[in-house]
């Protein structure tokens, strides 16, 4: 009996850490699947089409949307972003857990659909503001402007941390890596994700009349 795979949400103003710590929870654990999102921005350097995002025209995005392909969908920084719907719920029945790196306004839109009790959403905050700057400029994949752009957004979104169940700062990699599979390991250990449990107990119930 496998239980119905969760959705864990990461947000955080750009820069504060996602992608990073998004790649350290899946080298931990190898079955977690990562939700690729389809987007209309242009890729970044090293970034590679069905890897980091399915890079689309507005028109194709449209037309994803239009045929209801889209879990959730967004505008941000002035470019679509949007869940694929299909690999969501092919992962979560066959029990196995999705990332998701999406903004306030997705995390939102999953929260309150049907598939809400399965989400779990954890948002991410920066030390400070200027190490968030420092950060996105050391990540070196974004013009100035971009950059002035997603600083501006910043204070939007971190207006939304309240709307989280977990709220970390990642001020450390480590210790915020850790804090992560803390999470994860507690939200798998609940008693209603474990279906098997009514069974298994039953069995050391068996055990018990056979003394
Ligand atoms: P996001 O996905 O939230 O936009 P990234 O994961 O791309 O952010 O991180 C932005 C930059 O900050 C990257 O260059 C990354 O290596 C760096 N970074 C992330 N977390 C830390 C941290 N705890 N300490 C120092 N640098 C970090
Ligand atoms: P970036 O362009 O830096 O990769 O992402 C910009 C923002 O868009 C980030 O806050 C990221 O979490 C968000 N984002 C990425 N994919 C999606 C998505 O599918 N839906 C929504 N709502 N936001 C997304």
């Known amino acids: 009996m496998t239980r119905r795979g969760l959705l864990i949400i990461l947000s955080s103003p750009s820069g504060a850490g996602k992608t990073t ?16 999102s389809a987007t209309t921005r242009a890729p970044r350097p090293g970034e590679a089409d069905g890897r980091e995002y399915y890079f689309r025209s507005r028109e194709q ?8 392909e889209m879990l959730e969908h967004a505008e941000v920084f002035g470019n679509f972003y949007g869940t694929p719907k299909g690999p969501v719920v092919q992962a979560m029945d066959e029990g196995r857990d999705t ?19 399965d ?4 948002f991410i905050l920066p030390p400070s503001i200027a190490e968030l700057e420092r950060r996105l400029r050391g990540r070196a994949q974004d013009s100035e402007e971009v950059i002035a752009a997603r600083m501006a957004k910043s204070e939007a979104e971190i207006s939304h941390w309240a709307e989280y169940d977990y709220v970390l700062v990642n001020r450390d990699l480590d210790a915020a890596e850790a804090e992560l ?24 119930n068996r055990e018990f009349e056979a003394r």
């Open 21 to 36: 710590l998004s790649r350290r929870l899946m080298e931990w654990d190898p079955t977690l699947k990562f939700s690729v």
């Open 181 to 204: 599979r803390t999470i994860l390991t507690a939200e798998r250990a609940r008693r209603e994700r474990q279906p098997w449990l009514s069974e298994f107990v039953r069995g050391l």
């Open 99 to 117: 990332l998701f790196d999406i903004d306030w306004q997705g995390g939102q839109q999953i929260r309150n659909s049907v598939l809400g009790r």
């Open 61 to 68: 995005f449209a037309q994803m949307v239009a045929a209801g």
């Open 119 to 122: 989400v779990v959403s954890i």
